[in-house]
């Protein structure tokens, strides 16, 4: 079974990560996601969610191509959950492009996926607080 993981925030869940999802899961037999919890958000990432960890997570949980989410606490986990869950290939979006590199040396595979271009959190965060957004959100997409 070749197993694969991804990590990330994944706070208003929206087409864009299910690409990512399913692209992944693509990648191998089994898809894990290391989701970062609010503590690791706040404290390292200057993020704060909009769903807390266990929302985030049950959402992750009830998408198919998902079979298995655990936390992400920091950033140095990354090498050992590569053996802990006997991990084959890490896979992000590619927007990290060249980050994690380096996890090659603890034998894993890296890819970095293409993101979906027209749509991310931080974009749709913003429209949201835009009091001009005009209700149809397709006419943001180029």
Not at 7 to 20: E, P, Q, R, S
Not at 47 to 61: A, H, M
Not at 74 to 87: A, F, G, I, R, S
């Amino acid at each position: 079974m070749k197993r694969v993981i991804t990590y990330g925030t994944f706070d208003l869940i929206h087409y864009g990560h299910i690409n990512l999802l399913r692209r992944a899961k693509a990648e191998g037999d089994y898809l894990i996601v290391a989701l970062s919890t609010d503590e690791f958000n706040l404290e390292s990432k200057n993020k704060k969610t909009y769903f807390s960890y266990e929302e985030r997570r049950q959402l992750l949980e009830s998408i198919r191509y998902v079979d298995l989410v655990i936390p992400e606490e920091n950033w140095e986990q990354k090498k050992t959950d590569m053996k802990l869950y006997v991990v084959d290939k890490f896979v992000m979006g590619d927007d990290w492009k060249g980050e994690f590199d380096y996890l090659a040396d603890y034998g894993v595979q890296v890819k970095y996926l293409e993101r979906t271009p027209e749509i991310s959190t931080t974009q749709i965060k913003k429209d949201l607080n835009n009091k001009d957004l005009a209700t149809d959100h397709t006419s943001k997409v180029q």
